[in-house]
T-cell receptor, first 118, second 115 residues
Framework: GAVVSQHPSRVICKSGTSVKIECRSL??????MFWYRQFPKQSLMLMAT?????????EQGVEKDKFLINHASLTLSTLTVTSAHPEDSSFYIC??????????????FGDGTRLSIL | ELKVEQNPLFLSMQEGKNYTIYCNYS?????LYWYRQDPGKSLESLFV?????AVKQEGRLMASLDTKARLSTLHITAAVHDLSATYFC???????????????FGPGTRLSVLP
């Protein structure tokens, strides 16, 4: 089955640090990947849609300059949390669908990255 | 602004019983998704419903969508302990707007299936 690998699985770092999270589709190509965040014991929020070869589409209220998304190939999207602060601590999850299907097919999710900013 | 509600938020049921989780939403959409999340884990995609009247089944779970009522149901048949998890629905707006989120998750239903 389709596998999405997300790395790292956990990050603990100091305030002001920038953190990069990678999302790779291992055995399929994905023109579109999605990034979500989840606060402890809460629901999820879609942050942005990552489009291969073009700019990401951010959801309302998500700071583009804070959460940099790059989708340079059909198998890799990265999310960089710039100058992270404690309020950025969260569980970040990526997903990808098979090539060209966007969200109209079941998404394959990464295992998530638990980010803790001290 | 799109709002998504789920009912109930917490559900404790015995093995072998049937139950339904409801997801209702506030604005026009014909794209609704169901996900499962185990404690401390990521998400698993369960169902993608893309039209009014869509019904999909996988094992003991069956999901349906009524776009006129703005309601989706996730029906559990003869529950087993392995179904214990949190279930989220999510709605994708047909028409993008700039005043809120366009893809919104419900608050989740935490299901516990007891022996």
């Amino acid at each position: 089955g389709a596998v999405v690998s997300q790395h790292p699985s956990r990050v603990i770092c100091k305030s002001g640090t920038s953190v990069k999270i990678e999302c790779r589709s291992l055995d399929f190509q994905a023109t579109t990947m999605f990034w979500y965040r989840q606060f402890p014991k809460q629901s999820l929020m879609l942050m942005a849609t990552s489009n291969e070869g073009s700019k990401a589409t951010y959801e309302q209220g998500v700071e583009k300059d804070k959460f940099l998304i790059n989708h340079a190939s059909l198998t890799l999207s990265t999310l960089t949390v710039t100058s992270a602060h404690p309020e950025d601590s969260s569980f970040y999850i990526c997903s990808a669908g098979l090539l060209g299907t966007g969200r109209n097919q079941p998404q394959h999710f990464g295992d998530g990255t638990r980010l803790s900013i001290l | 602004e799109l709002k998504v509600e789920q009912n109930p938020l917490f559900l404790s049921m015995q093995e072998g019983k049937n139950y339904t989780i409801y997801c209702n939403y506030s604005t026009t959409s014909d794209r609704l998704y169901w996900y499962r999340q185990d404690p401390g884990k990521s998400l698993e995609s369960l169902f993608v419903l893309l039209s009014n009247g869509a019904v999909k089944q996988e094992g003991r779970l069956m999901a349906s969508l009524d776009t006129k009522a703005r309601l989706s149901t996730l029906h559990i048949t003869a529950a087993v302990h392995d179904l214990s998890a949190t279930y989220f629905c999510a709605v994708d707006m047909n028409d993008r707007d700039n005043y809120g989120q366009n893809f919104v998750f419900g608050p989740g239903t935490r299901l516990s299936v007891l022996p």
